[in-house]
């Protein structure tokens, strides 16, 4: 009450620091009258001013209020766009780095410029991630009008780049591009093997654009690079065809958690039919043996009895095509992991693609939070605030609408079925769009989108689609939804990037009806005439009411509401918005009121009736909040494991970047020696025991597997005065005889790279090992749980040890290798040919959300790699005198074992090569 009481009489914090960035507001406009007396080329001299002031030791924040006045007259000129007093305040928050909750229609993209001008004065860099390829594309020709007139360069990084593009776009001063782009670029850098060929730049700042979007919806699921393993379709057609046999009493499924189990009736059923298949090894099924096959099982299991074509996956020529939950688009050739899209595959009966191996992988929470300053903004931020401030230390600012809204926002309408809920909407779209107002109606599914068109076309209603199957008319649809009685469905409206403007967008009318039309007075005559009818309609639309929006669904997150209703009355236009809701609504059937509800609802109204309560409006909104803690719950979740391997990731990537820059890593190379002949000699010989109780023999093999020396051990138990210590020096001096030798015998140029190439590949192996193996660790640490034990501590800590482990195996292996190589001086070997990369976007906990690009493109430029390290391969004398009996026995790139110094593959090996 008293709280309630305070912030009538003295505002919200919000308003308050809205407020207090007033006289800020005043010194920029100051330097208005200035500025607008300049010529185009004394404004685009600014730059070069700021440059001069900041390198003479002024800050960013003290340049701020002439910096902003200059993008503003920049606009004004380039755009015929000058920003509003409101717009600067964003601009103000974006460059603190927080978050700028902004209406829709309120030009947050203008906003933009503010900050991202500023924060790349210093040159060293700022993104802007968009949600598409097409905003990224559109905002950096947009918005770079203005960057461009003041001198800055501008970059932008879509897919099937090469990398001396990318490399072009992050050193512009202003770089634009998804989110997913920038972060699989990250990965990718972190996967070469010279310097030279990465792509980036250290990070200085990052904007996003619809932040919520990318940084909560999309957070849940990490980034992985991966490559193809072995085809496994005949046992997913198998365990498919097992599958499909169950009835609901053999399976226990829960759709809040998105989890599906075997009943024990139904375990025996598995059991009995996986045997007679011949998949089974033994008769139980969870026997250690048949680990493959219960995990191929319980994802068939998820894919015939949780996902449902058309709503999370439509199948387009012949490839099961994954459905955004989030904003409904078909998302072209991203899948599953771990075998999920493969099952759908085998369910859908199409053909089955291989599984991938995880390379590289990270989280959009430990992405950002690489960037020193991060800022977003977006429509709707402040049902998360908790979140952005929890996991990214960014404080929501809700910025006010340049002009107060008008569109009056009524209470939500109950129906007891899908059926009388649709044909209610479809009777009262008809109303609206008779009366002249253009109707834009939410759906939350491509299978809703469809079953309502036929309800309108009952009604006679004609009306546009946009969802997946229609991604290529996208931005046509969404520019023309607020003409005169035109009625729009469209699967989720987040992140659509183009505004809906009342009469109709010009932009959009000129290019689609004039497209044919060259340059001249005839084509003027036509835009002209076209901006006429535009506004003579939008004048009829206002007239009407503004735009309808008609929610045929609360969805899960009340943020996704919000930003459908903000598509209606923006800039003080008139609007209206309604949502329709039914008991068969999922959020209302698996998070809603209980079943005692339900029951009153369906007993004590008519058919066809509807009610609608404050009370029942509060219902949905807490439904609604559980679902989007329980989100938050599993983001926070990803974030916490993610968190182990970050760390680990981080020592890996640094570990990398030193020996890439380093001129020379012998002395790293040299201790890993040492602390290889320490570990041998110190398990042989303990200090303080005897010679005659020491390990020679075992000692003698490893040093043989291990260094490829064999010392004299037993002449050295001769000797009176042998210890440990004495052993320990005699080896470490063989061991580096050895090595010395084999580098005396080539080029130090060649010895150098030759020891980076073994060092790093060596390095990336047992790292692609360790993520397969936290993989399966995070996937059954929960289990843990059973034992009261702390899945996440118990997680923490095998992944330390695996982690020293790993350490140990890539010291041992460096070592192994340089001990046996053998070298020949021949031309530089040819690069080995690169796999197909697979680029994937998934969620480890439900599976949703998956992406994956075969990202030739973008992966082609990865020409430095190094090729395969040359284990010592069998010499002529080893394999007998008939080179017909080789193949198979010699590795294809090492060298021939008759001696010619050519590759085997070139030489013997060669296909029809001639046969001694």
Not at 256 to 265: C, D, R, V
Not at 597 to 613: H, L, P, T, W
Not at 680 to 686: D, F, H, I, Q, S
Request: proline share 4%; net charge negative; charged share 25%.
């Amino acid at each position: 009450m008293l709280g309630s009481i305070a912030k009538s009489l003295f505002g919200s914090s919000n308003d308050r620091y809205v407020k207090s960035l007033s006289p800020t507001l005043a010194k920029i406009a100051s330097f208005e009258p200035t500025l607008q007396a300049m010529s185009d080329a004394d404004l685009a001299q600014q730059t070069g001013r700021f440059r001069e002031r900041l390198a003479g030791g002024e800050t960013l924040d003290q340049i701020l209020p002439e910096a902003f006045a200059t993008v503003r007259e920049a606009a004004s000129r380039v755009l015929g766009q000058r920003h509003y007093d409101v717009q600067m305040v964003g601009g103000i928050v974006l460059h603190r780095g927080e978050i700028a909750e902004m209406r829709t229609g309120e030009g947050k993209t203008l906003v933009a410029t503010l900050a991202t001008y500023l924060n790349a004065l210093p040159g060293q860099g700022v993104h802007v991630i968009t949600v598409n390829d097409y905003l990224a594309a559109r905002d950096a020709d947009w918005m770079g009008q203005v960057y461009r007139f003041l001198g800055l360069t501008v970059g932008t990084i879509i897919p099937n780049l090469t990398d001396e593009q990318r490399r072009d776009a992050y050193h512009s001063d202003i770089t634009y591009g998804t989110n997913n782009e920038f972060g699989f670029d990250y990965l990718r850098d972190n996967m070469k093997y010279d310097r030279a060929s990465m792509v980036q730049r250290p990070f200085a700042m990052a904007i996003v654009d619809e932040v919520d979007s990318v940084l909560i919806d999309e957070a849940r699921t990490p980034l992985i690079i991966s490559g193809p393993t072995d085809d496994k379709s005949d046992l997913y057609m198998q365990v498919d065809a097992v599958v499909k046999q169950f009835g609901e009493e053999d399976y226990e499924k829960d759709e809040k958690q998105k989890s599906i189990i075997l009943t024990e009736a139904g375990t025996e059923r598995a059991e009995r039919m996986l045997e007679a298949a011949g998949l089974l090894q033994g008769t139980n099924l969870y026997d250690f043996e048949n680990t493959q096959v219960v995990h191929h099982l319980n994802q068939s299991l998820r894919a015939n009895k949780m996902f449902k074509a058309d709503t999370d996956y439509i199948v387009k020529d012949g490839k099961v095509v994954i459905i955004d939950e989030f904003t409904g688009r078909m998302m072209d050739g991203r899948r599953w992991s771990d075998g999920l899209h493969q099952a759908v595959e085998a369910k859908e009966g199409v053909t089955i693609e291989p599984e991938n191996q995880t390379m590289a992988s990270i989280t959009f929470q430990n992405y950002f939070r690489m960037y020193p300053k991060l800022s977003g903004m977006t429509g709707t931020a402040a049902t998360e605030a908790a979140e952005f401030y929890d996991i990214y230390k960014m404080n929501v600012v809700t910025i006010p609408t340049n002009v107060p809204v008008q569109r009056v926002d009524e209470e939500d309408e109950f129906y007891k079925s899908t059926e009388e809920k649709f044909a209610a909407i479809a009777k009262r779209i008809r109303t609206h769009a008779e009366q002249g107002q253009p109707v834009l109606v939410g759906t939350v599914s491509i299978e809703k989108s469809e079953l309502l068109s036929a309800f309108l076309t009952q009604e006679g209603v004609e009306h546009e689609v946009l969802n997946a199957r229609q991604h290529e008319r996208e931005a046509h649809i969404v520019a023309q939804a607020g003409r005169k009685s035109v009625v729009t469905i469209a699967t989720n409206m987040a992140g659509r990037g183009t505004d809906i403007q009342l009469g109709g967008n010009l932009e959009f009318r000129v290019g689609d009806e004039l497209a044919d039309l060259l340059e001249g007075p005839e084509r003027d005559a036509a835009i002209e005439r076209i901006r006429q009818e535009i506004a003579a309609e939008k004048a009829e639309v206002l007239a009407a009411g503004g735009l309808f929006v008609l929610g045929t669904e609360r969805h899960e997150s009340r943020r996704i509401d919000n930003q459908l209703r903000g598509r209606s009355g923006r800039q003080g236009d008139p609007g209206l918005s309604r949502f329709y809701l039914s008991l068969d609504d999922d959020l209302l059937r698996i998070f809603g009121p209980d079943t005692l509800f339900a029951k009153m609802m369906r007993s004590n109204i008519e058919d066809g009736e509807a009610i609608g309560s404050k009370w029942l409006s509060k219902a949905i909104e807490t439904a609604q909040k559980k679902v989007e803690a329980r989100n938050y719950d599993i983001r926070k979740q990803v974030v916490e494991y993610d968190d182990v391997m970050n760390d680990q990731r981080k020592v890996i990537y640094e570990q990398r970047a030193d020996i890439m820059d380093a001129d020379t890593i012998g002395d790293v190379v040299e201790d890993m020696r040492t602390e290889t002949v320490n570990a041998v000699v110190g398990e042989a010989c303990p200090v303080g025991s005897y010679p005659e109780q020491w390990d020679v023999a075992g000692m003698k093999a490893q040093l043989t597997e291990l260094l490829n020396i064999e010392p004299p051990v037993e002449a050295w138990l001769d000797e009176e005065s042998i210890d440990p210590e004495i052993v320990l020096e005699r080896v470490k001096a063989e061991a580096d005889a050895m090595v010395a030798q084999k580098e005396s015998e080539l080029e130090p140029d060649t010895w150098r790279q030759i020891e980076k190439s073994i060092m790093l590949q060596t390095l990336d192996h047992h790292w692609k090992e360790h993520l397969s193996t936290l993989d399966a660790l995070r996937q059954v640490v929960h289990l843990r749980a059973y034992a009261q034990k702390t899945p996440i501590n118990e997680y923490k800590q095998e992944a330390f040890m695996l982690f020293q482990r790993m350490l140990d195996a890539i010291r041992e292996d460096v070592t192994r290798t340089i001990g046996h190589a053998q070298f020949q001086m021949q031309p530089v070997p040819e690069l080995p040919e690169l796999p197909d990369f697979i680029t994937t976007h998934f969620d480890p906990f439900s599976g949703e959300d998956d992406t994956r690009d075969f990202d030739a493109g973008a992966f082609s430029g990865v020409t430095t790699q190094l090729p395969p390290l040359q284990m010592p391969q069998p010499q002529a004398s080893d394999l007998g005198t008939d080179p017909s009996t080789w193949d198979g026995q010699v590795s294809r790139n090492a060298p021939c074992p008759c001696g010619s110094g050519r590759k085997y593959k070139h030489c013997h090996g060669a296909v029809g090569a001639p046969v001694e």
